[in-house]
Structures are given as structure tokens and as C-alpha cells.
């Protein structure tokens, strides 16, 4: 089963959210089964009658689509084929997901390999997008522009989607505080074809130094890019239209809270 569907409504409430990214199951173990119909109902009714969406789901941290190990790759295919399943069961816009690391034999030696897996998920789902997120890029880790940009440019399938994260930007070497920076970083976006392709934004600050490659997410306005920073890029014109999902400790690590969200808020002009 999912994680209580009632707590994550009820969460989401308490913290002044519209709109929701769930986990699927344990994010940190392979287990994934078919929602029960009755915590699809339980879940449907509450987002409709506290008007909350879009809903995404994030699949769990072990994928790695790129691994040479076959038993982790054919793990990686089946849990976001049944993550996809369930986000059909539940009108989710999409299953996110971090495509994992070539563990340092370089983009060129898995990039096949991953379009395969990728066209495969696709082929055996239906009815829920799969969302490929950018990363920091620590650790052989995929998800550059550039490399986004290679899968869609492979994959026609419309299904297939981009989620840009501000941290990973950040922390991969993007300087969203920075015009000129900004300027050639939505110039890039339109240049590599992935604007079209972008169905929501992860809001989070940085506790990371820019391009020091370490996925490391602050409370907004906490980080080193900054409030200014993350209020210029959430009202680019490009972008503003897109749902904002928060990704960050709050306190305690206890996840996104209601400052957080408020803070968030007010960046929308």
C-alpha cells in the first residue's frame, strides 16, 4: 500500500499546500504492489474535496536505470512500471524520477542502455507521465540538460516529461542568481528542446556551494541561492505556469511546513 493516504490530505492541509508529491511505497525499499481500491477511493475523495492537485508520485531513491548490474536494472524497470500503474489508479500527472549514475564509465558508455529501459516503462504503461529529473551531477549521476535533452530528443513518446529541481540546478553549476546566468539558462532550455517538456518544478534552496555537484537541499530562503534568486526564477515567463512541489527539511527534517509554504507563496508575483 501507499503512505496512509489520509495523513499525506491531511499533511498537506496543515502546511497550506494546493498540490502533492507522495511515495508510492517505501522509497528506500524495492516492494511495490497495486493500490488497494479502497485507498484509491480514500485518496481520490480527499484531493477532490479539498482541491488539491496536480498529484505526482516520486519513485524510490534505488533506481538506477543506468546500472550494468541486470538483476538492479530489471528492479529499476519493474518498480517504475508499477509506480506508473498506480499513478494511473490515482489521475497522478506523472511518476519522477532520478535516472541514477553511470557510476563513473561515462554518459556515452549507458545512454542506449537507458533509452531502452525508458521506452520500455513506456511501452508497458499507459495513462500516467514518467518524469525524468536533472541532477547535481555527484557521483556519475545523469540528468544534465544536455543529457535530458539526448533522451527526449530519442523517446517521441509525449508521456515522457521533465522536472527541473533549483538545487540540483544550482549545485551542477547554473547560477540562478546570477541575470546573465538566467539569460543563457532559459536560452539553453528553448536551444535543447526542453521547455515543452516541462510539467512541474522542485522548489528547494541549496545547502551546497554553486557547482560543487552535492544534491544538499535548504528551507527556502535558506540556502545560497536566496529568496531574490528563487523569486526571479519561479516567475520567469517560461516557468511561472508550472506547480511547485517543495522538497525541503523544514525542521527537524521533518519535510516541507507551513513557513516554508508561505515563504514559497510570496516569491509569486
Not at 51 to 62: D, R
Request: glycine share 8%; charged share 20%.
Amino acid at each position: 500500500m501507499f503512505l496512509l493516504p489520509e495523513v499525506y490530505i491531511e499533511n498537506t492541509k496543515k502546511i497550506g499546500g494546493n498540490c502533492l508529491q507522495i511515495f508510492a511505497g517505501s522509497p528506500r525499499l524495492w516492494f511495490r504492489q497495486p493500490f488497494p481500491e479502497a485507498e484509491v477511493k480514500t485518496f481520490l475523495s480527499g484531493i477532490k474535496e479539498n482541491n488539491i492537485g496536480p498529484v505526482f508520485i516520486h519513485a524510490l531513491y534505488l533506481v538506477n536505470l543506468a546500472s550494468k548490474n541486470p538483476d538492479l536494472l530489471e528492479k529499476s524497470v519493474n518498480s517504475l512500471i508499477i509506480d506508473i500503474q498506480n499513478g494511473a489508479r490515482i489521475n497522478s500527472a506523472g511518476v519522477i524520477v532520478h535516472i541514477g549514475s553511470h557510476l563513473g564509465a561515462g554518459f556515452a558508455s549507458v545512454k542506449d542502455q537507458v533509452v531502452a529501459a525508458i521506452d520500455r516503462i513506456l511501452v508497458e504503461t499507459e495513462g500516467c507521465n514518467l518524469i525524468l529529473e536533472n541532477a547535481a551531477g555527484q557521483n556519475g549521476k545523469i540528468g544534465s540538460l544536455e543529457e535530458l535533452s539526448f533522451f527526449i530528443g530519442k523517446i517521441s513518446d509525449p508521456r515522457l516529461k521533465i522536472c527541473l529541481d533549483t538545487a540540483h540546478l544550482f549545485a551542477s553549476g547554473i547560477d540562478l542568481r546570477q541575470t546573465e546566468s538566467m539569460e543563457k539558462f532559459t536560452q539553453n532550455l528553448r536551444e535543447l528542446n526542453i521547455m515543452n517538456k516541462l510539467c512541474v518544478l522542485h522548489l528547494n534552496d541549496c545547502a551546497s556551494d554553486l557547482a560543487s555537484h552535492r544534491d544538499l537541499h535548504a528551507n527556502i530562503g535558506e540556502g545560497n541561492i536566496g529568496l531574490d534568486a528563487l523569486k526571479n526564477f519561479v516567475n520567469l515567463s517560461e516557468l511561472k505556469h508550472l506547480p511547485l512541489i517543495l522538497e525541503v527539511p523544514g525542521d527537524n527534517k521533518q519535510g516541507p511546513n507551513l513557513k516554508n509554504i508561505t515563504l514559497a507563496r510570496g516569491l509569486i508575483s
